[in-house]
């Protein structure tokens, strides 16, 4: 087994330009998405799923029909699809943001889908206006071994939520956060925090455990997996958890593994799971949590 292959190096300063670039094409189709899907507890309406070349939306109500907008990371081409036969393709290469806007936008009037979003981005520092926003770089082979890396992760993240019979997410990645994630819940409602707005309001109102990857961002220059508590319990700053190489980190108030401590390690599956089992486990026992209620039963 190739470990460089299936765990690549993903060095955040070489492709953070195009990181940025991509979150933001990627945020002007999630929010069509906002504004036709119907409301699904913790914002789940809104996030994109992995699938075999990239990325989807998933199916898209819109009058009479339904359409599905895929992110393909191998040929890096963006398809929009409709129950009725139609077919759109817009290049992610060669293009500032606000070119991908408009482009984007006239291919859905083409398809006679009508929908206007709130041009401003969420969740990022100093945001832009798409139709404003001038950055265009694309580096195909990051973007790729991005990809690769969320397959990968996603297939632990599937593993990791079959012990969990509770409420429980799906793997699916936000846009607005632009993190691949899965979080499960004790079934306890919760105080959402102050600072967070709408977003928060709604996507911390029930206590919860939450784990994913992150490609790296101006808090955190780096990839890594993370998990959390929501609410936070005393005392998990001082948690003993495993594997030795993991820590918590007290600004952002997440555990975190290093992906580069993961990729270089002889079997990064294990590593990241034994990150998942050790800090749900802690942290919820923690918070008082039944975990032995909340165990799946798994057939031999």
């Known amino acids: 087994m190739n470990l460089e292959i299936i765990w690549p190096s993903l060095p955040y300063d070489e492709w953070k330009d195009t990181l940025e670039a991509l979150h933001m094409k990627m945020q002007i189709v999630g929010k069509i998405k906002l504004e036709l899907n119907p409301f699904l507890n913790q914002w789940w309406h809104v996030a994109?799923?992995?699938?075999?070349?990239?990325?989807?939306?998933?199916?898209?109500?819109?009058?009479?029909?339904?359409?599905e907008i895929n992110f393909d990371f191998i040929e890096h081409n963006l398809f929009i699809r409709t129950s009725d036969k139609h077919v759109k393709t817009i290049s992610l290469m060669n293009c500032t943001v606000a070119e991908f806007?408009?482009?984007f936008m006239d291919a859905l009037y083409a398809l006679e889908?009508?929908?206007?979003?709130?041009t401003l981005p969420a969740e990022v520092p100093n945001p832009i206006h798409c139709h404003e926003d001038t950055r265009s770089a694309y580096?195909?082979?990051?973007?790729?071994?991005?990809?690769?890396?969320?397959?990968?992760s996603g297939k632990i993240f599937e593993r990791f939520r079959s012990g969990f019979r509770g409420k429980g997410s799906p793997v699916h990645f936000y846009w607005g956060s632009f993190d691949l994630s899965e979080t499960r819940y004790?079934?306890?409602?919760?105080?959402p925090p102050k600072q967070?707005?709408?977003?928060?309001?709604?996507?911390?109102?029930?206590?919860?455990?939450?784990?994913?990857?992150?490609?790296?961002?101006?808090?955190?220059?780096?990839?890594?997996?993370?998990?959390?508590?929501?609410p936070s319990p005393k005392g998990i700053d001082?948690?003993?958890?495993?594997?030795?190489?993991?820590?918590?980190?007290s600004k952002l108030g997440e555990f975190i593994l290093d992906y580069e401590d993961v990729r270089k390690s002889e079997s990064p599956d294990e590593l990241i799971l034994k990150f998942l089992n050790s800090t749900y486990e802690g942290s919820a026992?923690?918070?008082?949590?039944?975990?032995?209620s909340l165990k799946a039963q798994i057939p031999d």
């Open 48 to 67: 994109f799923y992995l699938n075999a070349s990239g990325m989807t939306t998933g199916l898209i109500p819109y009058k009479d029909f339904v359409f």
């Open 101 to 103: 806007y408009r482009e």
């Open 113 to 118: 889908i009508n929908v206007a979003i709130n």
């Open 139 to 152: 580096n195909k082979e990051y973007v790729y071994r991005w990809w690769q890396i969320l397959l990968q």
């Open 186 to 191: 004790s079934g306890k409602t919760a105080m």
């Open 196 to 230: 967070g707005g709408r977003i928060m309001q709604f996507a911390e109102n029930e206590e919860n455990y939450a784990c994913g990857f992150w490609a790296g961002s101006v808090n955190y220059p780096k990839p890594a997996f993370y998990s959390y508590l929501y």
């Open 238 to 249: 001082g948690l003993k958890i495993k594997p030795q190489i993991a820590s918590y980190n």
């Open 285 to 292: 026992k923690l918070a008082g949590w039944d975990i032995e």
